[in-house]
């Protein structure tokens, strides 16, 4: 998966929840890639599922409102 994706991803958790929770989530994940994304890296597109799972157990959103909520702040980045 394109890194701009994830970088977009650890954007959104920062400006609505905070540096912290990016933090957090990216430990909880343990990513192969040890958490440094790129905009123009590909990465395994597990690492962003297993952020999105460790935010929703942090915040007590649902997944699928989360990645509802990512696909909306990523169209008005696509647009």
Same mark, same amino acid.
């Given at each position: @998966?394109?890194? @701009?994706? $994830?970088?977009?991803? #650890?954007? @959104? &958790? *920062? *400006?609505? $929840?905070?540096?912290?929770? &990016?933090?957090?989530?990216?430990? +909880? %994940?343990?990513?192969?890639?040890?958490? %440094?994304?790129?905009?123009?890296? &590909?990465?395994?597109?597990? *690492?962003? &599922?297993?952020? !999105? @799972? %460790?935010?929703?157990?942090?915040? *007590?959103? +649902?997944?699928? %409102?989360? !990645?509802? +909520?990512?696909?909306?702040? #990523?169209?008005?980045? $696509?647009?």
């Amino acid at each position: @998966m394109k890194g @701009m994706v $994830f970088t977009e991803f #650890l954007d @959104m &958790v *920062e *400006e609505t $929840f905070s540096i912290d929770m &990016v933090d957090d989530i990216i430990d +909880a %994940a343990n990513p192969k890639s040890g958490g %440094a994304y790129t905009s123009v890296g &590909v990465y395994d597109h597990q *690492e962003l &599922v297993d952020m !999105v @799972m %460790a935010l929703s157990e942090r915040t *007590e959103i +649902a997944p699928e %409102a989360l !990645v509802k +909520a990512f696909g909306q702040h #990523l169209f008005k980045v $696509f647009f």
